[in-house]
């Protein structure tokens, strides 16, 4: 369990560049987490210091949009199906790699999960059968190929379809990859084009990048379990939640499609990493910042914040029901006590100012709590936003799923998965003008489109693909 000065000392990040030195302000340098990707070893992550207020306007001029901008002509366009055309070979197990290679599917692409019997993805029989709800989520808009690597066999099939695809993604072990035959520098041989997106949990060099874990093995090492804690209290109070693995999978995509944009401007293909770890320390760079400038200046707060008091979690009425209140300044803390009715524990001048509301935050709570225990976190938020307080109630799943905002933006998604019956799975965190997400279906099970594969994208005989199935180099749906 690393604290913020041990990860800027630590070899492991050391070796892998981390962090690096760079300007913040005039004449003002220190240590910034240098970005959660990279694209062949290059770090996508700091350039150059945050600018000055028109710091560039000379330089830029004219050059966005010199004289007026122009205005698009004709009918508007059909929304598109954005990866139409791609095809994404999916070696992902867990959570990274399959959430990567899901964000495709779900905008067009053909994606290949491949797996075999000998070597599911874990998460899939994580339930002692060939499905489970959390392999259905990840694995959801995407054709199932039962294939045994292992063989010779079965790994020139995967090299013939490597030639055939765009972008492959894994996100197991270092140098797993390279041991089944399927290393970037092979794959680049095969098809020069090809962009391979990979994520491990330290990444794939680097000092300790043999590490094994998931997730929440990067809690400790990328500082978490530090600092999400309370102060002055004894062991960590830890977290059942596994971050990053979800993060990284987004992340993951995103690089993916840096690759696939380079591609298209310069014809060469690529590997994009992600580090999980590094998920971490760039999620709290400004916290590293701080350190290295005043080193032993950050460490846990709870629920609470430097930038405004007060500031936390509050219990409501109810079982396990809570809303978020932050208080960044005089003017939030105004509508906070106009919408409370402007409690006789709110009147004392001395809380008015910020200064005053940090030194007495532990009695600004309980005056807070005792108002929130009496309501519901809905009604608390609805009162408080009326007030312009910023307030959210913490919502599970099912509380997402009934939102009548959720349903408006269509965030829930239900599927009859084969297997499991009807499931709610999270929809789309975005929306684009120009660009038609598709109807999302099932997860497929083990080799559930093999034939099909083998006989459209491979062009084997129906004769040929049987003698494969019996030879256990091809494997299909029982």
Same mark, same amino acid.
């Given at each position: ?13 050391? !070796? ?121 989520? !990840? ?25 055939? !695809? ?32 990979? !994520? ?279």
């Amino acid at each position: 369990v690393l604290t913020p000065s041990e990860i800027l000392d630590n070899v492991h990040y050391r !070796s892998r560049e981390t962090f690096v030195p760079g300007d913040f302000a005039p004449n003002r340098s220190g240590a910034f987490a240098s970005g959660f990707f990279e694209l062949d070893r290059e770090r996508m992550g700091y350039r150059s210091p945050p600018p000055e207020i028109n710091q560039h306007a000379e330089e830029i001029g004219d050059t966005l949009w010199p004289g007026a901008r122009p205005q698009p002509s004709g009918d508007r366009p059909s929304p598109s199906r954005t990866f139409e055309g791609l095809r994404v070979l999916d070696f992902g197990i867990g959570g990274v790699g399959v959430e990567a290679a899901r964000f495709f599917a779900e905008f067009g692409a053909d994606v290949i999960k491949v797996e075999s019997r000998t070597y599911p993805d874990f998460i899939r029989v994580v339930l002692s059968t060939e499905m489970s709800a959390s392999f259905a989520s !990840s694995s959801r808009s995407k054709r199932g190929l039962g294939i045994n690597i292992k063989t010779e066999e079965g790994l020139k099939l995967i090299h013939d379809l490597v030639k055939r !695809s765009d972008v492959v993604i894994e996100n197991g072990s270092t140098g797993m990859m390279e041991a089944m035959g399927l290393g970037f520098d092979k794959l680049k041989e095969l098809n020069p084009g090809i962009v391979m997106g990979s !994520s491990q949990l330290l990444g794939n060099h680097g000092a300790w990048k043999d590490w094994i874990g998931y997730g929440p093995s990067t809690q400790p090492i990328g500082g978490l379990v530090h600092l999400w804690d309370y102060p002055e209290e004894g062991p960590p109070a830890g977290s059942g939640s596994i971050f990053p693995d979800h993060m990284a999978g987004r992340l993951l995509a995103i690089i993916a499609l840096a690759g696939l944009i380079r591609r298209d401007r310069r014809g060469t293909g690529g590997h994009a990493s992600v580090a999980q770890a590094e998920v971490v320390v760039n999620i709290l760079s400004d916290q590293f910042l701080k350190e290295d400038l005043d080193p032993g200046s950050v460490g846990p707060r709870g629920n609470r914040s430097e930038r405004g008091a007060p500031w936390g979690s509050y219990p409501c009425l109810g079982t396990e029901d809570w809303v978020a209140i932050t208080i960044r300044d005089d003017q939030d803390w105004r509508g906070l006590r106009a919408a409370l009715g402007e409690p006789s524990w709110a009147a004392d001048e001395s809380i008015s100012t910020a200064e005053g509301r940090f030194a007495e935050h532990d009695a600004i709570d309980e005056g807070l709590r005792a108002w929130t225990s009496a309501r519901s976190s809905q009604e608390v938020t609805m009162t408080l936003q009326m007030f312009g307080v910023p307030s959210a109630p913490m919502y599970i799943a099912r509380d997402q799923l009934r939102d009548p905002h959720f349903q408006a933006r269509g965030y829930g998604q239900w599927i009859d998965q084969q297997g499991l019956g009807w499931m709610a799975f999270e929809g789309p965190a975005f929306k684009m003008s120009h660009a038609a997400r598709l109807p999302t279906f099932q997860a497929p099970l083990i080799g559930e489109h093999t034939r099909e594969i083998a006989s459209e994208l491979l062009g084997l005989g129906k004769e040929e693909i049987e003698d494969l199935i019996s030879g256990g180099i091809l494997e299909v749906t029982d």
